[in-house]
Every structure is written in C-alpha cells, then in structure tokens.
C-alpha cells in the first residue's frame, strides 16, 4: 500500500522543467508564444514584494479507483493593504473531474486583515470522490478492507481576533456531511459496518486559541504557531451525533544559519462521544505522516510529531532557486488513554527537492518523496507540510 499525491502540482513541476525547451523552441521568434511568457512571467518575478500574485495551472494524476483525473490548481497571495509589514494571506483552489465521474473542489485559507488584527483559518471541501477504509484503530488492516463511495462535503473555519500581540481568540466550526454513501468491500472477509456507515451531517461549534507570530504561512523562517480548540455538536442543534473534539497543534520554527531552518510539530486530534467514521482521527496525508494515506489508520484519539531539516535555499553558488528538505515523523492512533502502546507508534520520513516559485515573496514549491514500512508516498505541493 503507498500514499500518492501528485496532482496538485504535475503540471506546475511539468511547466518548470519544460521551460528550458520550449525557450529554446521559441528563440528564434520576434515575440515568445503565449505559454513561454506566462512561464518567463512565473520563474523570473520582476512584481514588487507587496504586490498581490496569482498562479494557476492544470494537474494530471492517475489511480485505479479514478481514472485519469484532470484538474486545475492555483494560488492567490497577498498582504492586506498591500503593507508587507503585514503577514502574507493566502488562498488556493482546486477543483478536478475523473473518467469515472468523481468530481470535487478544495478551497483553503490562512487571511489576515490590516496590522493583523482578524485571522480566518480554513479548509473546505465538496467532492465525490471514493475513500480507502482499512478499519478502525492502530492495528487495522495493512490493505484497505474497503472502498467507500460517498459525496463529501466540509468546512473548517476559524475567525479569530487578536486580544494581544500574536495573540487571537475566537469561534470555530466544522460542518461534515457524507451522503450517498456505499461501501463496496474489497475482501471475502467480513467486517462490521462503522458509526455513520449511513451517511452523516454533524456541525461542531467551539473555540479557539491561537499563538500566532509567522510572517509567511507558506514558508516559515522562525517564529512559533501554537492552537488549542475545543468543539462540540449536539443533537440539539441538528447534528445526527453527541461529540466533542479537543484540537492541539504545536509549531516550533528555528532559523540555522542565514538561510536553513529546523521546523518541528507536535499535533494531538482526541475525540469523544458518538464519533462517525469519517470524523475519527486521521492519521497520513500531506502535513503530517506523509507517506501514509490519509486514514490508514484512525480512530477517537491521534498524537503525531515531525522535524523538518530545510535548505533554503542550497548553498552553491549555480542556484538560488533550488533547495532540499529532510524529513521524519511519528505517530499513532488509539482508542482509549489506557490503550496507547510504544509498540503501536509507526515512523515515517523523506525528502524532497524545492523550486523558488516566488523570489519577492519567499515561496517554494515542494515535491516530496516519503517511506514508510507499507511503501513509498509521493507528494507535489506549493508551500512547505507545515
């Protein structure tokens, strides 16, 4: 079983390393064509730092449960008012469609308003879009037991404010909701249906507390990002499940040298309650566990740690664009306090190379390559896991 990853930026790394012979290409010409200048415009930036940036291409990814998927991806920075004393606010998009007719869209957000004074945190999703399930809790199934085929649709958003310097308060919510949902086994042998095997609409309100003195989401130098929220849904309200969530995530960033940085982490997700399937705690992904799918292994309670060695970028003097990454993790999953065991805790680690995207800016974007004891994941993003 491996983690795979690569759509979100195929056609971005593809771009960049076709850039060179499609100049070559276009040399000869008065005026480039009109993808030699949008790339041109992309690798050599020429904007001023404080002025906002936008970066769109398609992706291209294959697997057996989809098809060939096609898709598009992009980003949007900028500094509120256009005063780079403020923190850089981002948004990116990607939306894609299959031969097997999934579809779906992923919409993130990290914005601040003027002298930082209002964070909106988020992450949304609508796709229909098939699951891997491998069953319920640190010792699960090491192939997927099932497929599960579902319209998924969430939105985790924080709006906070800040009371002190780097220092904000405020709501959050997560609203999930799994409908048409089909569990299609993939083994002879039989297994028991998990809470909310039926379809699902939970929406947990809480609070958040957040220490906060990045400058640059996408590619921190130094700084400390530290949050602890607390959620719950009810019956009451209209949600189909009595949970509560306790959220803790842990960033430490340590500059070396002028242009090398050590990034650690330390996240915790527990859950209880009557907690769905697809809203346990879910191990693997892109962030954290990298290598792993994201929910190869879950269950009510996660703890998971990684350090990041960055190089940023190397130091040699034919480059200034290019830079490597290290990287190792570790994590479980587990039912109850009583029921965490060393012996269930599973590493994993890697590297990956980085490209320049925006010199102004101080953006990179990243292709990972991750193993684990089950195989190798792969993973092309911009901006760094975390």
Known sequence: MYATNVKRGTGLFLLILLFGLLHEASAQQKRPNILVRYINRLINDTTEPSKPQFLGYPTLAYAPETSWEFGISSLYVFYAKRDTTNRLSEISAFSF??????????????????????????????????????????????????????????????????????????????????????????????FTLPIGSNGYANLEIGTGLVYDNRHNVLNVRHGFYSEVAYLHSDKSWGSDYNMSTLFIDNRLFIPMQKRNVLALQLMGQFNW????????????????????????????????????????????????????????????????????????????????????????????????????????????????AF
């Open 97 to 190: 469609f299959t031969l097997e007719k999934q579809y779906g869209i992923i919409l993130d957000n990290a914005l601040y308003s003027d002298d930082n004074k209002w964070f909106l945190l988020g992450h949304s999703k609508m796709q229909s879009y098939p699951l891997l399930y491998f069953g319920i809790g640190p010792e699960s199934h090491e192939e997927h037991i099932a497929q599960v085929n579902a319209v998924t649709l969430q939105i985790r958003q924080r709006v906070l404010r800040k009371v002190k310097k780097n220092f904000y308060v405020g709501l959050e919510l997560d609203f999930q909701r799994l409908s048409s949902v089909q569990f299609v086994p993939a083994t002879t042998d039989p």
């Open 273 to 384: 309650g009557t907690v769905p399937f697809n809203q346990l705690s879910l191990m693997g992904g892109e962030m954290m566990m990298r290598g792993y799918y994201l929910g190869r292994y879950r269950d009510h309670n996660l703890i998971a740690t990684q350090a990041e060695f960055r190089m940023l970028p190397l130091p040699f003097r034919f480059t200034k664009r290019w830079g490597l990454a290290g990287f190792i993790g570790a994590g479980t999953v587990f039912n109850q306090w009583d029921s965490l065991q060393l012996r269930n805790v599973v590493l994993a680690g890697g590297g990956g190379i980085r490209f320049l995207l925006f010199p102004k800016k101080d953006i990179y974007t990243r292709a990972d390559v991750a193993f684990t004891r089950e195989g190798p994941g792969f993973y092309i993003f911009v901006g760094e």
